[in-house]
DNA sequence: GTGGCCCCTGTTTTT
DNA sequence: CAGGGGCCAC
């Protein structure tokens, strides 16, 4: 290994010049963080950072700086190797991920950093499949089929081939074909031993060919083709692979077989590899991400160095003592000793509520109490198994007013307003998109029924052609179309129509912007009119159609390509508000790679953590444990596990039993509180139950009950969540106040007076 | 042939 | 409690 001096001076010279690299890259470096920060390196760290091996694994526990050290590794290789950030290709796990990390990279190298190639493997590898569809099965502007998309495709092919769902669930089947292409299998290669087997093997073959005649892709199908045209062409794998001398990857125990072939296809010229990762926060298996990638890249390469990062700059020993008494449960892992410097620290909190209700209301109001106390919203975070639980939570906290951010793109993406509009988008840049064309060809109602639908499909056979050709077909010529009439002639009037806006829309999108669009198809089809019934949830889906225009505008300059593609490829942390300083709330998946000074893990209950699917698999609840420990190493200060005696699952009451994981933590590092000591204020038995988690909320807030108004239009107030504001109106609702508050960070809120611990400004 | 209504079922995690 | 599918009435 080359020596690198870490004197200061040093550092600061180097930090003058220009410098110019080959291929005619420059950078111009102002302050020199690099080297500044190379010296706060820990000697595991520096040695993950400028290491001269070829192939380098870097084994990371949670908190050891292994995202700073990827990235620092980045900014070592252009400024002190010299190497060409084109020729650096780096992966992330999320979008959100890389954008930092591209950000932090120019800070640090002064510089814009664009020939860097940075992202997810499926954000990577649309690129590549984009470049080079002159040597694939479909064009540049293919659409990319999201889960719910590949689940309709199954469901449409189990229908053609008579198959009763009953027998063969989509979901089945599709992981089937999913598990199949993240092992780079085709159709041809299943296996078709049983019935079962053999029902899959057919409906992956029509599943392909629907993708195929719509011009798209699954997500899966972004890595498999990717390996595929690797393989089959060696002059375009030659091509990338000479580009990226240094090729480096992050969470990659989360990595599947697809994805680590395309690793090896990429390095395969200079066979530069550097991965980071953590085999003890693999959590997605059911994904087909395999942590024995691990142990194949040390087979595979052994001249490679592994690297272990056990110092812990994140938690307090505490917490760090109750992971890995958690973790040390599963067999087969590397054994890593984490250390913290930063204290003991508070023990954890295990809180027994009595239900889920009480568990949601008391997670709202101990963080309540602490954002009283002058503790930032943004510090918090609540996580739990199932996205599910976030909904007592949300109630929770919109009761006692105090704002949230929630995590998950489905969430928002999934709303069935929002993948109408969508699909109406994808539809006129892609009209081959015969899945979105069944979602919205009778949306809002417009006369276009099964029957209808069925001889749009019929026609288009017959004739070979797509049903949007049919459609659009008819939507140009009218009567004078030769699908015109085969058709009942109710029929062939209502799909002209749908086919005339469809040739409207197409044209109109040659020439008008993303947003202009967004709109004249909104208008077109009196959307509003159609899922906004005047009701609250009516107002609500309208509010997120807007939300999604609002993106479109963002999307104005780079126009309806970039648009469904990043839709398509958006993961759950990318929607993670940072702007807002409000507690987060997202599932322990969501939640890996991220920190919060105060963690609160609910559902510590059997069935939920671990969950009930993972019983009967020692595999799985190796994983469950692993997701647990995923959770309880984001907390850096304060941990807090919260379960409920009792938990309503489907409609009905059940009583729970305490997770077994909760037994693994020394009950020495644990400050047990809740239902077991009394601490209870309210019997919820004795009450329905929304009254006595109200009642809760209520008497917890000890004094203020205001007996007539305190408020006054016009006052300043302030308030310790969203700062500074004025009143804008005032009334007595039953004996509270309601005020109606505007903010200067957000705008207008109406609060109870009562809870909401608003401050009168002189 | 279409659309609305009712019943039934079934709950992990997500790029 | 919600979404989806099946059935029945216009």
Same mark, same amino acid.
């Not at 599963?330 to 890593?336: D, Q, S």
């Not at 197409?506 to 912007?513: A, I, M, N, T, V």
């Given at each position: 290994?080359?020596?690198?001096?870490?004197?200061?001076?040093?550092?600061?010279?180097?930090?003058?010049?220009?410098?110019?690299?080959?291929?005619?890259?420059?950078?111009?470096?102002?302050?020199?963080?690099?080297?500044?920060?190379?010296?706060?390196?820990?000697?595991?760290?520096?040695?993950?950072?400028?290491?001269?091996?070829?192939?380098?694994?870097?084994?990371?526990?949670?908190?050891?700086?292994?995202?700073? +050290?990827?990235?620092?590794?980045?900014?070592?290789?252009?400024?002190?190797?010299?190497?060409?950030?084109?020729?650096?290709?780096?992966?992330?796990?999320?979008?959100?991920?890389?954008?930092?990390?591209?950000?932090?990279?120019?800070?640090?190298?002064?510089?814009? %950093?664009?020939?860097?190639?940075?992202?997810?493997?499926?954000?990577?590898?649309?690129?590549?499949?984009?470049?080079?569809?002159?040597?694939?099965?479909?064009?540049?502007?293919?659409?990319?089929?999201?889960?719910?998309?590949?689940?309709?495709?199954?469901?449409?092919?189990?229908?053609?081939?008579?198959?009763?769902?009953?027998?063969?669930?989509?979901?089945?089947?599709?992981?089937?074909?999913?598990?199949?292409?993240?092992?780079?299998?085709?159709?041809?290669?299943?296996?078709?031993?049983?019935?079962?087997?053999?029902?899959?093997?057919?409906?992956?073959?029509?599943?392909?060919?629907?993708?195929?005649?719509?011009?798209?892709?699954?997500?899966?199908?972004?890595?498999?083709?990717?390996?595929?045209?690797?393989?089959?062409?060696?002059?375009?794998?030659?091509?990338?692979?000479?580009?990226?001398?240094? +090729?480096?990857?992050?969470?990659?125990?989360?990595?599947?077989?697809?994805?680590?072939?395309?690793?090896?296809?990429?390095?395969?010229?200079?066979?530069?590899?550097?991965?980071?990762?953590?085999?003890?926060?693999?959590?997605?298996?059911?994904?087909?991400?395999?942590?024995?990638?691990?142990? @194949?890249?040390?087979?595979?390469?052994?001249?490679?160095?592994?690297?272990?990062?056990?110092?812990?700059?994140?938690?307090?020993?505490?917490?760090?003592?109750?992971?890995?008494?958690?973790?040390?449960?599963?067999?087969?892992?590397?054994?890593?000793?984490? #250390?913290?410097?930063?204290?003991?620290?508070?023990?954890?909190?295990?809180?027994?509520?009595?239900?889920?209700?009480?568990?949601?209301?008391?997670?709202?109001?101990?963080?309540?109490?602490?954002?009283?106390?002058?503790?930032?919203?943004?510090?918090?975070?609540?996580?739990?198994?199932?996205?599910?639980?976030?909904?007592?939570?949300?109630?929770?906290?919109?009761?006692?007013?105090?704002?949230?951010?929630?995590?998950?793109?489905?969430?928002?993406?999934?709303?069935?307003?929002?993948?109408?509009?969508?699909?109406?988008?994808?539809?006129?840049?892609?009209?081959?998109?015969?899945?979105?064309?069944?979602?919205?060809?009778?949306?809002?109602?417009?006369?276009?029924?099964?029957?209808?639908?069925?001889?749009?499909?019929?026609?288009?056979?017959?004739?070979?052609?797509?049903?949007?050709?049919?459609?659009?077909?008819?939507?140009?010529?009218?009567?004078?179309?030769?699908?015109?009439?085969?058709?009942?002639?109710?029929?062939?009037? %209502?799909?002209?129509?749908?086919?005339?806006?469809?040739?409207?829309?197409?044209?109109?999108?040659?020439?008008? &912007?993303?947003?202009?669009?967004?709109?004249?198809?909104?208008?077109?089809?009196?959307?509003?009119? #159609?899922?906004?019934?005047?009701?609250?949830?009516?107002?609500? @889906?309208?509010?997120?159609?807007?939300?999604?225009?609002?993106?479109?505008?963002?999307?104005?300059? @780079?126009?309806?390509?970039?648009?469904?593609?990043?839709?398509?490829?958006?993961?759950?942390?990318?929607?993670?508000?940072?702007?807002?300083?409000?507690?987060?709330?997202?599932?322990?998946?969501?939640?890996?790679?991220?920190?919060?000074?105060?963690?609160?893990?609910?559902?510590?209950?059997?069935?939920?953590?671990?969950?009930?699917?993972?019983?009967?698999?020692?595999?799985?609840?190796?994983?469950?444990?692993?997701?647990?420990?995923?959770?309880?190493?984001?907390?850096?200060?304060?941990?807090?596990?919260?379960?409920?005696?009792?938990?309503?699952?489907?409609?009905?009451?059940?009583?729970?039993?305490?997770?077994?994981?909760?037994?693994?933590?020394?009950?020495?590092?644990?400050?047990?509180?809740?239902?077991?000591?009394? %601490?209870?204020?309210?019997? &919820?038995?004795?009450?329905?139950?929304?009254?006595?988690?109200?009642?809760?909320?209520?008497?917890?807030?000890?004094?203020?009950?205001?007996?007539?108004?305190?408020?006054?239009?016009?006052?300043?107030?302030?308030?310790?969540?969203?700062?500074?504001?004025?009143?804008?109106?005032?009334?007595?609702?039953?004996?509270?106040?309601?005020?109606?508050?505007?903010?200067?960070? +957000?705008?207008?809120?109406?609060?109870?007076?009562?809870?909401?611990?608003?401050?009168?400004?002189?």
């Amino acid at each position: 290994m080359r020596h690198f001096p870490r004197s200061g001076l040093f550092f600061k010279l180097i930090a003058f010049f220009t410098r110019t690299y080959p291929g005619g890259y420059k950078v111009k470096s102002s302050i020199d963080m690099t080297m500044e920060s190379l010296q706060k390196l820990n000697p595991q760290q520096y040695e993950a950072v400028t290491s001269d091996a070829r192939q380098l694994l870097v084994l990371a526990g949670p908190g050891s700086g292994k995202t700073r +050290v990827l990235t620092q590794r980045i900014a070592f290789l252009v400024h002190e190797k010299s190497v060409n950030p084109r020729a650096i290709l780096a992966v992330t796990f999320t979008n959100k991920a890389a954008r930092e990390m591209r950000a932090r990279l120019e800070r640090m190298l002064g510089g814009s %950093v664009d020939a860097l190639w940075l992202g997810t493997f499926h954000a990577i590898c649309a690129r590549i499949l984009r470049r080079e569809a002159a040597a694939l099965p479909f064009d540049a502007n293919f659409v990319i089929m999201d889960a719910d998309d590949q689940q309709s495709i199954v469901k449409r092919v189990l229908k053609d081939l008579n198959i009763d769902e009953k027998l063969y669930p989509p979901a089945s089947i599709h992981s089937i074909i999913s598990n199949a292409k993240n092992a780079m299998q085709g159709p041809g290669d299943l296996r078709s031993r049983t019935y079962r087997e053999e029902i899959a093997k057919r409906v992956y073959e029509q599943y392909e060919k629907i993708l195929r005649a719509s011009n798209a892709v699954d997500f899966d199908d972004l890595l498999m083709w990717s390996v595929r045209l690797f393989e089959e062409n060696p002059p375009i794998r030659e091509k990338y692979a000479r580009r990226f001398e240094h +090729v480096l990857v992050d969470e990659f125990q989360d990595t599947n077989q697809a994805q680590y072939e395309l690793l090896k296809h990429l390095s395969s010229q200079h066979h530069c590899l550097f991965a980071v990762g953590d085999e003890d926060q693999s959590i997605y298996r059911w994904r087909g991400a395999d942590y024995r990638n691990v142990l @194949r890249f040390q087979s595979d390469y052994p001249q490679s160095v592994k690297l272990l990062l056990e110092r812990n700059y994140r938690s307090t020993q505490n917490v760090l003592d109750a992971a890995q008494a958690v973790i040390n449960q599963n067999k087969a892992r590397t054994p890593k000793n984490l #250390y913290s410097k930063r204290g003991s620290g508070p023990l954890i909190t295990l809180y027994d509520a009595v239900d889920d209700h009480a568990e949601a209301a008391f997670v709202v109001e101990d963080i309540l109490d602490r954002i009283s106390a002058g503790e930032k919203g943004g510090n918090f975070a609540v996580m739990y198994r199932t996205n599910a639980q976030s909904r007592l939570l949300e109630e929770a906290f919109l009761r006692i007013n105090l704002p949230y951010r929630l995590v998950g793109a489905q969430r928002f993406y999934g709303r069935k307003e929002v993948k109408d509009i969508i699909a109406f988008l994808r539809l006129v840049h892609n009209p081959l998109d015969t899945v979105s064309l069944t979602r919205v060809i009778n949306v809002p109602p417009r006369g276009i029924g099964s029957k209808t639908l069925i001889d749009l499909n019929i026609q288009a056979q017959e004739s070979s052609l797509t049903p949007s050709e049919v459609l659009l077909s008819l939507g140009e010529q009218g009567e004078r179309s030769p699908f015109w009439l085969p058709f009942s002639s109710r029929g062939a009037s %209502v799909l002209a129509d749908f086919g005339a806006l469809l040739v409207n829309w197409r044209e109109f999108s040659q020439s008008q &912007p993303l947003p202009e669009l967004f709109d004249r198809i909104l208008k077109d089809i009196g959307y509003k009119e #159609y899922i906004d019934d005047g009701s609250e949830v009516g107002e609500g @889906r309208w509010e997120n159609v807007l939300e999604l225009r609002r993106l479109a505008y963002e999307y104005q300059e @780079r126009g309806i390509n970039e648009f469904l593609e990043n839709i398509a490829l958006v993961s759950d942390q990318d929607t993670v508000p940072d702007e807002m300083d409000a507690p987060t709330l997202l599932t322990l998946h969501a939640a890996k790679g991220l920190e919060f000074s105060h963690v609160y893990i609910i559902g510590l209950d059997e069935g939920l953590l671990p969950h009930s699917r993972s019983f009967e698999d020692p595999e799985e609840m190796a994983e469950e444990r692993r997701l647990f420990y995923v959770g309880i190493t984001r907390a850096k200060d304060l941990l807090t596990l919260v379960r409920a005696g009792q938990r309503s699952n489907y409609g009905r009451f059940e009583y729970t039993m305490e997770s077994r994981f909760l037994e693994d933590i020394p009950e020495n590092l644990i400050n047990r509180q809740g239902m077991r000591l009394g %601490v209870h204020r309210v019997n &919820p038995l004795s009450q329905p139950r929304w009254e006595s988690t109200a009642a809760a909320a209520q008497t917890n807030r000890k004094n203020e009950k205001p007996p007539e108004a305190r408020f006054k239009a016009g006052m300043r107030v302030i308030h310790p969540v969203w700062g500074d504001g004025m009143v804008v109106e005032t009334r007595i609702l039953g004996n509270d106040e309601t005020v109606t508050v505007m903010f200067e960070t +957000v705008g207008l809120k109406r609060l109870a007076a009562s809870v909401a611990r608003l401050e009168i400004m002189r």
